[in-house]
């Protein structure tokens, strides 16, 4: 038996029966799937170690980075991607790599959109073809292939072109846009409002918008492709339009060689971040924390960011708005100085639409107000934790978190954190905390005028926090034996603060004569800006005089070997952000803690005991039995 939808074509095009992969569950290409492979390496995802390739993969979203849509992008250069995505909702970061491989490689797959009720009836199909926006689906395969057969020879429904797709849109262009689409300021301007066009098509967007700035994710190089995308753009003269700022590249762009990396990745990486110089894009930024430099956005002011952190920093800490704009849109978005006018720059967009209540446990965890958060030198490690959390169980709502208002020790290096973990399970672009966050001084604001009574209020639990620790503690601990070795020490993702560094360099001092052990390595990535102020002010000596080295331009998400052996032991972080990519990046064991923590495994060489505030009673009642305790 099977079944017909009609549905909402992103991107045109025909599949022919396939087997189908469903899974309710949004998956980050950056970091869940292997270019190379089309394995999923997301640890924590139900497809971990699934194949993609040759397959229909029916998902309701993307989620975590902007730079999947360069792992979709490379996956259909080396021939290896799905054979279409169905989605139960668009999804601009995937659709962007096809966009991209269409428009300048002339290779496609088509994207479907079909909505809640109709993904659902997916669940229990095996098997799929898609013509347009026709979505065939069920468990025989040969009926399928029947059905499709007289789809075609009918010829009622075909695949609509880009062309048709964006003439049948609401978007509405002035005459200046429509200029830079017909390619009379130049062939690299209208490649790029193509790609803004067809972006702002899939947002059903109205119109597009003028921006102030931009941050372009695109410069971490996963592939071939990023670099012809950036360098076909150098060669049709494109030129920013508005300030640029770049995110970390793949290397340290002035140590590569001293650090011993491969000149297979050290000179492709090194090319891409100067393709993007060429385009006029700052030469003094390279860092995944744009929000930490002079040039960060203020209030309302309508910017086009790449970087999941720095997006959802930007919108809920700033108050400034942005979409999270997928890999090349970044660029596209810098060129034309133009987006789509949709999502978050939306004042109905970014209001709350589930509360998340934390207040138990942040009671919990962190005492009263008046019981400061670092009292115990491993709090910090709780603000990524609970960002993990919000970021899953927000799925694709902005939410309002409630249980923090009252605290006035709640830093902006614990919403960075808070805002990394955040990013890297959410599907939005954004979240509110009750008290802390610049929309949302009382419940009304963050709801748009409604009380929170009229939205879905989810509990925040142990059981959450449990589920959180086992996922960024993934790395084995075994009970009565001695703690797992630890070979490297990996902190600043996203880059370090000029606080932390000042917060670092004061463990460092008060560890005296005590170093990082010699057979470890402790490793700190922060941009250069913050790294010649930290140096200025004395933590950079403090810092290397305990033994901390340091890495610039890049971040701990792009580095592999040889800074990151990929055999010998585990590595511990107190990144959230990191320690959920990590296992997929770099396949070794991973262990989460705190900063405190982190400084104990260098001198030690060994993993540290869990986080004191997860040695709380009701904790251990409810993993006592688990082999992390």
């Given at each position: 038996m099977?079944?017909?939808?009609n549905?909402n074509e992103l991107v045109?095009?025909?599949?022919s029966?396939s087997?189908?992969l ?6 980050s290409?950056w970091?869940?799937v292997?270019p190379?492979t089309?394995?999923v390496t997301?640890h924590?995802?139900?497809l971990?170690n699934?194949?993609?390739?040759n397959?229909i993969l029916?998902l309701?979203?993307?989620r ?7 792992v979709v ?8 991607a ?8 668009p999804?601009?970061?995937?659709s962007l790599?096809?966009i991209v ?6 290779i496609s ?16 199909s095996s098997?799929?073809a898609?013509?347009?926006s026709?979505?065939?689906h069920?468990t025989?395969s ?5 059905e499709?057969?007289?789809?075609l ?8 072109s880009?062309?048709v797709l964006?003439k049948?849109s609401?978007?509405t262009l002035?005459?200046?846009e429509?200029?830079?689409?017909d ?6 301007v209208a490649v790029a409002?193509r790609?803004v ?11 597009l918008l003028?921006i102030?700035?931009a941050h372009?994710?695109?410069c971490t190089?996963i592939g071939?492709?990023?670099l012809?995308f950036?360098?076909?753009?150098v060669?049709l003269?494109?030129?920013v339009?508005?300030p640029?700022?770049?995110n970390?590249?793949?290397v340290d762009?002035?140590?590569?060689k001293?650090?011993g990396?491969s000149?297979?990745?050290g000179?492709p990486a090194?090319?891409l971040?100067n393709a993007?110089l060429?385009?006029?894009c700052?030469d003094?930024?390279?860092t995944c924390?744009p ?6 956005p203020t209030f ?5 960011w790449?970087?999941?952190n720095?997006?959802v920093?930007s ?5 400034a ?7 090349y849109l ?10 789509p006018?949709?999502?978050?720059h939306?004042d ?5 639409t589930?509360v998340l ?5 942040v009671?919990?965890?962190?005492g009263?107000e008046?019981?400061?958060?670092g009292h115990d030198g491993?709090?910090?490690a709780?603000?990524p934790?609970?960002?993990y959390?919000?970021?899953l ?6 939410p309002l978190l409630?249980g923090l208002?009252?605290r ?6 614990h ?8 990013g890297?399970?959410?599907s ?5 905390m ?10 009304s604001?963050?709801c ?6 009229m ?5 925040i ?6 589920n959180a620790?086992?996922?960024l ?9 001695e703690p797992?070795?630890i070979q490297?020490?990996a902190?600043g993702n ?6 932390e560094?000042k917060e ?6 008060e560890?005296?004569d005590v170093q ?8 700190a ?5 913050i790294?010649n102020?930290?140096?200025e002010?004395g933590?950079v000596?403090?810092?290397?005089r305990?033994g901390i080295?340091?890495i610039?331009d890049?971040c701990w998400?792009?580095l592999?070997e040889p800074v990151?052996?990929?055999?010998g032991?585990a ?9 959920h990519?990590a296992p997929?990046?770099?396949?070794k064991?991973v262990?989460f803690?705190?900063l405190?923590?982190?400084?104990e495994?260098?001198k030690?060489g ?5 986080p004191?505030f ?8 409810l993993v ?6």
């Amino acid at each position: 038996m099977s079944s017909m939808l009609n549905n909402n074509e992103l991107v045109g095009g025909t599949a022919s029966t396939s087997k189908l992969l469903y899974t309710d569950i949004g998956i980050s290409f950056w970091g869940g799937v292997d270019p190379l492979t089309s394995i999923v390496t997301d640890h924590t995802h139900p497809l971990f170690n699934q194949k993609l390739s040759n397959h229909i993969l029916a998902l309701p979203n993307g989620r975590g980075s902007c730079t999947g849509s360069q792992v979709v992008l490379e996956l259909l250069l080396n021939g290896i991607a799905p054979r279409a995505f169905i989605l139960k909702q668009p999804d601009a970061i995937l659709s962007l790599g096809v966009i991209v491989a269409e428009e300048l490689f002339n290779i496609s797959i088509p994207i479907v959109c079909v909505g809640d009720k109709r993904f659902k009836q997916l669940s229990s199909s095996s098997h799929a073809a898609i013509v347009g926006s026709t979505v065939i689906h069920g468990t025989s395969s040969a009926q399928i292939q029947t059905e499709l057969d007289a789809v075609l020879s009918a010829a009622k429904t075909i695949p609509s072109s880009a062309d048709v797709l964006i003439k049948n849109s609401p978007l509405t262009l002035t005459k200046e846009e429509q200029n830079d689409l017909d390619g009379i300021n130049g062939k690299a301007v209208a490649v790029a409002m193509r790609i803004v066009v067809r972006s702002g098509v899939i947002d059903q967007a109205p119109s597009l918008l003028e921006i102030t700035q931009a941050h372009i994710d695109g410069c971490t190089y996963i592939g071939p492709g990023g670099l012809q995308f950036a360098e076909k753009l150098v060669e049709l003269g494109g030129q920013v339009k508005v300030p640029t700022t770049l995110n970390s590249n793949s290397v340290d762009r002035k140590r590569w060689k001293a650090l011993g990396v491969s000149s297979d990745l050290g000179e492709p990486a090194y090319a891409l971040g100067n393709a993007y110089l060429k385009m006029g894009c700052s030469d003094t930024s390279f860092t995944c924390a744009p929000y930490l430099l002079k040039t960060k956005p203020t209030f309302g002011e309508h910017i086009g960011w790449g970087e999941s952190n720095a997006v959802v920093f930007s919108n809920s800490v700033l108050g400034a708005r942005t979409q999270k704009y997928a890999d090349y849109l970044d660029i596209a978005a810098a060129i034309t100085g133009r987006v789509p006018l949709a999502g978050s720059h939306l004042d109905s967009e970014r209001v709350a639409t589930v509360v998340l209540d934390a207040t138990e446990l942040v009671h919990t965890i962190l005492g009263d107000e008046n019981n400061a958060i670092g009292h115990d030198g491993d709090k910090d490690a709780f603000f990524p934790m609970l960002g993990y959390i919000c970021g899953l169980k927000s799925e694709s709502n902005v939410p309002l978190l409630i249980g923090l208002e009252k605290r006035n020790d709640v830093t902006e290096d614990h919403l960075k954190a808070f805002c990394a973990a955040f990013g890297s399970t959410a599907s939005v672009p954004m979240f509110h905390m009750l008290g802390q966050t610049p929309e949302a001084p009382n419940i009304s604001t963050a709801c748009g005028g409604e009380d929170m009574i009229m939205h879905t209020t989810i509990d925040i639990t142990m059981k959450d926090l449990n589920n959180a620790w086992k996922c960024l503690d993934s790395g084995e601990r075994i009970n009565n034996q001695e703690p797992p070795a630890i070979q490297l020490v990996a902190i600043g993702n996203p880059h370090l603060s000029l606080n932390e560094c000042k917060e670092v360099a004061a463990l460092c001092v008060e560890a005296g004569d005590v170093q990082v052990k010699n057979d470890v390595s402790m490793i700190a990535t922060l941009g250069r800006d913050i790294y010649n102020q930290a140096d200025e002010l004395g933590y950079v000596n403090q810092m290397e005089r305990f033994g901390i080295t340091f890495i610039n331009d890049t971040c701990w998400c792009m580095l592999t070997e040889p800074v990151v052996p990929v055999n010998g032991a585990a590595l511990i972080t107190n990144s959230g952000k990191y320690a959920h990519y990590a296992p997929g990046l770099v396949g070794k064991q991973v262990h989460f803690h705190g900063l405190k923590g982190c400084m104990e495994a260098a001198k030690t060489g060994r993993v540290p005991t869990m986080p004191s505030f997860l040695l709380y009673r009701g904790f251990k009642t409810l993993v006592g039995g688990m082999r992390r305790l």
